[in-house]
């Protein structure tokens, strides 16, 4: 079964500085998806970013990238220019196929992600 | 383009009790999965329906159960409330055959305290 952790339970960064998240991983399937999701205190989770494992190209949206090591199994989230509005809880999560056909997500613990001014 | 709905957004419920929550996907989607979200942890994949079947199961007993409709929308009946059962119940829509990413559209979870 997959398993997915998160060693750090909260991480601080000052105000435009940049902070990384790790995550690793445990799966024996060569294609799958990672995604990372930011979870504010609205509680609504948002999909920050995501790397299909085919791809060695790792992932950019803005001021998010992610450093994917397939081989070390694992998938850190990197921050440039924090924002106070980055402030929130970030999950690590593996799209698992499920033996219907369908997908589910197995999620990690969680870090939570503190912003000074 | 209304995203995931949930209703309700909180609940107080005493051990023993039963409880129904609700869960409208996202226009467009046909599968729901259900998530529990203790506190400080997580969300765990409870079950996904998809076509009003369930398609798969996690590790949850059978005091949880849920049901979907032909629009689509879903519901989370749990019984015989346990104190453990206290958490955020985060409903997820998706496009079963939407490759690659098979996106889940999260909404914004009903909070349920087992007293």
């Known amino acids: 079964a997959q398993t997915v952790t998160q060693s750090q339970p909260e991480m601080s960064v000052q105000e435009a500085e940049t902070v990384t998240l790790s995550c690793t991983y445990d799966?024996?399937?060569?294609?799958?998806?990672l995604f990372w999701y930011k979870q504010p205190p609205s509680r609504q989770m948002i999909l920050v970013i995501r790397?299909?494992?085919?791809?060695?190209q790792n992932a950019t949206e803005n001021r998010f990238s992610v450093n994917f090591q397939k081989a070390a199994k694992s998938f850190s989230l990197k921050i440039s220019d924090s924002q106070l509005g980055d402030a929130a809880m970030y999950f690590c999560?593996?799209?698992?196929?499920?033996?219907?056909?369908?997908?589910?997500?197995?999620f990690g613990t969680g870090t939570r992600l503190k912003v000074l001014a | 383009d209304a995203g995931v709905t949930q209703s309700p957004t909180h609940l107080i419920k005493t051990r023993g009790q039963q409880v129904t929550l609700r869960c409208s996907p996202k226009?467009?989607?046909?599968?729901v999965s259900w998530y529990q979200q203790a506190l400080g942890q997580g969300p765990q994949f409870i079950f996904q329906?998809?076509?009003?079947?369930?398609?798969q199961r996690g590790n949850f007993p059978d005091r949880f159960s849920g049901h979907q409709f032909p629009n689509y929308s879903s519901e989370l009946n749990v019984n015989a409330l346990l104190l453990g059962d206290s958490a955020l119940y985060l409903c997820?829509?998706?496009?079963?055959?939407?490759?690659?990413?098979?996106?889940?559209?999260f909404g914004p979870g009903t909070r349920l305290t087992v007293l």
């Open positions: 329906y998809y076509e009003e079947e369930e398609r």
């Open positions: 226009s467009g989607h046909d599968t």
């Open positions: 799966t024996s399937e060569s294609d799958y998806y």
């Open positions: 999560a593996y799209r698992s196929l499920t033996t219907s056909g369908t997908y589910k997500y197995i």
């Open positions: 997820a829509s998706s496009l079963v055959f939407r490759e690659p990413y098979n996106e889940q559209f």
């Open positions: 790397q299909e494992a085919y791809k060695q």
